[in-house]
């Protein structure tokens, strides 16, 4: 069964640097999402992203963050300048279709911590 | 504002016993709703949506709008069921999900 991948699984780095993380969705999959997880705290949409540019994103989306989907295959999120209030859980996630049968496929998750 | 609530971090039951996690929602349209299911380290995986009023491992949930909840329900736990679950609402304009805090539910032998 297909599924949603991600890279790399924990990424530890200092506050102040840009990271960059991957995921590679659902072949098939038109609809691209990202999600974080605060540690104890909810799962909260940070954006979505479909044929090519973003369709909706959250207000923890700001200048600092950015997606893209650089070829046929991945989707990273990039945060340029790491704060620790970026420590979190980062699920990306994918669907097919936005009717109302549709499911979200989500990945491992990569586990950000910034010291 | 678009909210759903899981007022339970953690529901413990035996084996055998009724299993009924909360989950109460706001939103003003018509919202989807969904049960995702977390186990042990594995992924965010989608349990069950209320528009296709389906049973998976013997959960159910029904929409109740005059109540604005989407419980989840079991007649009889099982050991395997212990996981972290949560609650979800999608509006019928976007695609994004709304998630609830989630609970952990532990089945004892």
């Known amino acids: 069964e297909p599924e949603v991948t991600q890279t790399p699984s924990h990424q530890v780095t200092q506050m102040g640097q840009e990271v960059i993380l991957r995921c590679v969705p659902i072949s098939n999959h038109l609809y691209f999402y990202w999600y974080r997880q605060i540690l104890g705290q909810k799962v909260e949409f940070l954006v979505s992203f479909y044929n090519n540019e973003i369709s909706e994103k959250s207000e923890i989306f700001d200048d600092q963050f950015s997606v893209e989907r650089p070829d046929g295959s991945n989707f990273t999120l990039k945060i340029r300048s790491t704060k620790l209030e970026d420590s979190a859980m980062y699920f990306c996630a994918s669907s097919s279709t936005q009717s109302t049968s549709y499911e979200q496929y989500f990945g491992p998750g990569t586990r950000l911590t910034v010291t | 504002a678009q909210r759903v609530t899981q007022p339970e971090k953690l529901l413990s039951v035996f084996k055998g016993a009724p299993v009924e996690l909360k989950c109460n929602y706001s939103?003003?349209?018509?919202?989807?709703l969904f049960w995702y299911v977390q186990y042990s380290r594995q992924r965010l995986q989608l349990l069950l949506r209320?528009?296709s009023r389906e049973s998976i491992k013997g959960f159910t949930a029904d929409l109740n709008k005059g109540e604005t909840s989407f419980h989840l329900k079991k007649p009889f736990a099982q050991e395997e069921d212990s996981a972290m679950y949560y609650c979800a609402l999608k509006s019928s304009a976007t695609n994004k999900l709304i998630f609830g805090t989630g609970t952990l539910l532990a089945v004892q032998p």
């Open positions: 209320h528009i």
């Open positions: 939103y003003s349209g018509s919202p989807e």
